[in-house]
Structures are given as C-alpha cells and as structure tokens.
C-alpha cells in the first residue's frame, strides 16, 4: 500500500497568508495525487487533481505542484474562507490512500 | 446538478448488519466508477471500496475485507454498501463518492453509522 504523509498536521495562520502544505508518498505516484478541503460537519471538496490541476469554480489562489512522491498545495493569499482540513489522496494504485489531513486555523 | 444522497445509517450493536444506500441524480450514473469513503469521529478520511462501471472492477480496504460488500443498480441509479460483523472502529461517517476515475470529484453529505451495544 501506498501511505501517504502530510505536513505540518496543523497550522495557524491569518487572512492573506501564503500557505503550503505538503504530501509525502511512500512510493512515486506520477501526479496521480488529488486535493481536497473539507469544513466540519461538511463532505470533502475537491480542489485539485494531476498534482497541479484546478478542478472548475475554485478559486486561482489555490494551485498544486511537485512530482515523483512529493507533493504541495499552495494557498497564494489565504482568505477567511480557507480555513478548512485539507487531505491529499493518491490514486496511483490501490488501495486508494488519503493523507492524514492538515487543519488550517486562525492565527 | 449532480446529487448523491446517502441513506441506510444508523445505530447498531456489534456484530450487526446495514445495508447503505446512495442514490445519485444529475449525471449518467453508468457511466461513472463509484465509491465509499469514510471518516470516524474527529478523524480522517479512509477509502472504504470501489466499484467500476460495469461492477467488472470491485476493490476492498483491507480493514474491511470479508465483512463488506458493495454493489450498484444502474438502472436505479443508485450504489449499495453492505457490512456485516460490525465493530465499534467502524463508527464512522460514511460518504458515497464519483470517481474520474479514481479520485473524488463530487460526494454525497454522509451517513452516519454507529456500532454500540
């Protein structure tokens, strides 16, 4: 199985911040890696696939990068809005494995 | 507007039974791999199964295996979760999840089930 490690777990930060997270895979994944954000008590949304691809209606702010088994997710300007969990999943292979999220809070 | 909605959770003693259900609307259900994803209380997301268009192609979590069996009706739109031999570490809220083709792109709200005697 493929594991999937996100850092940091958690993280403070204030409104207009640029905010990266990243996504360590166990094994290289060749971009087969989608993010998500999820607010409490709410599904998981999906920002990103391909690593860097911005699924349709989110905001430019967000982008992806990286290749091989690391991965990150930037927030250019973090807007109030943003502060969610964030997971990286890969879909290289199966079993399908999700990171075990970053919390983004207020600072 | 693509819908999945999620019914079928509950409370339930250990070693019980649940069949979940999703129906799905909005989009050509036969057309799309489908999924279950879950998330215990206050923690994160755990890809539970997988099933392919045609159910040619169905995959299991290992936690899961052998108690859990998933299924679709394309002709009622909808996707099946059946677990059996339930524990309390499958407390959890469980999503139904579209997949193209293997990662998340739209989710259902969840239902919530719970293993306690």
Do not use: H
């Amino acid at each position: 199985d493929i594991q999937m490690t996100q850092s940091p777990s958690s993280l403070s930060a204030s409104v207009g911040d640029r905010v990266t997270i990243t996504c360590r895979a166990s094994q290289g994944i060749t971009n087969s890696l989608a993010w998500y954000q999820q607010k409490p008590g709410k599904a998981p949304n999906l920002l990103l696939y391909a690593a860097s691809r911005l699924e349709s209606g989110v905001p430019s702010r967000f982008s992806g990068s990286g290749s091989g088994t690391d991965y990150t997710l930037t927030i250019s300007s973090l807007q109030p809005e943003d502060f969610a969990t964030y997971y990286c999943q890969q879909y290289y292979s199966n079993p399908l494995t999700f990171g075990g999220g970053t919390k983004v809070e207020i600072k | 507007e693509v819908q999945l909605v999620e019914s079928g959770g509950g409370l339930v003693k250990p070693g019980g039974s649940l069949r979940l259900s999703c129906a799905a609307s909005g989009f050509t259900f036969s057309s799309y791999n489908m999924n279950w994803v879950r998330q215990a209380p206050g923690k994160g997301l755990e890809w539970v199964s997988s099933i392919s268009t045609s159910r040619s192609y169905i995959y299991y979590a290992d936690s899961l295996k052998g108690r859990i069996t998933i299924s679709r009706d394309n002709a009622k739109n909808s996707l099946y979760l059946q677990m059996s031999s339930l524990r309390a570490e499958d407390t959890a809220v469980y999503y139904c999840a579209r997949a193209t083709p293997d990662y998340f792109d739209f989710w259902g709200q969840g239902t919530l089930v719970t293993v306690s005697s």
